[in-house]
């Protein structure tokens, strides 16, 4: 059974720096895309970028180039999202993603990760 | 930039038919993809390929596409159906691919 199980919640100051996971299971991980969607409260979905475990390949989304870094290290199975500079907009639920077979889509999502910034 | 529209809310009494759009001027060469949502909960993809069902995804649930728009219909809607539903397609055409673009969802209330 293929899962993606993330971190837990986090609560953080402004200023502050935070890297969450996803840790897959069940499948290859080297061998699909990674990728992270924000959610912010009461809002839509928000595709971040995405990583190829395989290679570290990454693609962002120009909305969050430079704001946040992904990465990976295939032989514990873990994709992560991190922040070196929290600002309270990134208060939001992150949800980290297995990309399909056949294409550009999510055919597993982690049970998401809440981030909370507050001074 | 690649933009996909969708209706703020759809409502429909139990047994009926719902239909839940989403346009947008790349869905001609873009596959769509459906999510469904409910609260608290992560999103579950429940169409794929414009028209696809993923196993598991009960057979009431089904997709369309026709020029710019494409489209989710839900027969015989019951009350579980009841979420907020995103459309999702992606531009890979571009050398550092792909772009991927959600809907900004469509919230279905059974009445």
């Known amino acids: 059974e293929v899962q993606l199980v993330q971190s837990g919640a986090e609560v953080k100051k402004p200023g502050e720096s935070l890297k969450i996971s996803c840790k897959g299971s069940?499948?290859?991980?080297?061998?699909?895309?990674i990728g992270w969607v924000r959610q912010m409260p009461g809002k839509g979905l928000e595709w971040m970028g995405i990583?190829?475990?395989?290679?570290?390949?990454?693609r962002y989304s120009p909305s969050f180039q430079g704001q946040v870094t992904i990465s990976a290290d295939k032989s514990i199975s873990t994709a992560y999202l991190q922040w070196s500079s929290l600002k309270a907009s990134d208060t939001a639920m992150y949800y980290c993603?297995?990309?399909?077979?056949?294409?550009?889509?999510?055919?597993?999502w982690g049970q998401g990760t809440l981030v909370t910034v507050s001074s | 930039s690649y933009e996909l529209t969708q209706p703020p809310s759809v409502s429909v009494s139990p047994g009926q038919t719902a239909r839940i759009t989403c346009s947008g001027d790349?869905?001609?060469?873009?596959?769509a993809y459906w999510y469904q949502q409910k609260p608290g909960q992560a999103p579950v993809l429940v169409i794929y390929?414009?028209?696809e069902r993923p196993s598991g995804i009960p057979e009431r649930f089904s997709g369309s596409s026709s020029g710019t728009t494409v489209t989710l219909t839900i027969s015989g809607v019951q009350a579980e159906d009841e979420a907020d539903y995103y459309c999702?397609?992606?531009?890979?055409?571009?050398?550092?691919?792909?772009?991927?673009?959600f809907g900004g969802g469509t919230k279905l209330t059974v009445l």
């Open positions: 993603v297995r990309h399909g077979d056949y294409g550009d889509y999510f055919d597993y």
């Open positions: 069940g499948y290859s991980f080297t061998s699909y895309w």
């Open positions: 990583i190829y475990p395989g290679d570290s390949d990454t």
């Open positions: 790349a869905l001609p060469k873009q596959y």
């Open positions: 390929k414009d028209s």
């Open positions: 999702q397609s992606a531009d890979s055409s571009g050398t550092y691919g792909p772009y991927v673009v």
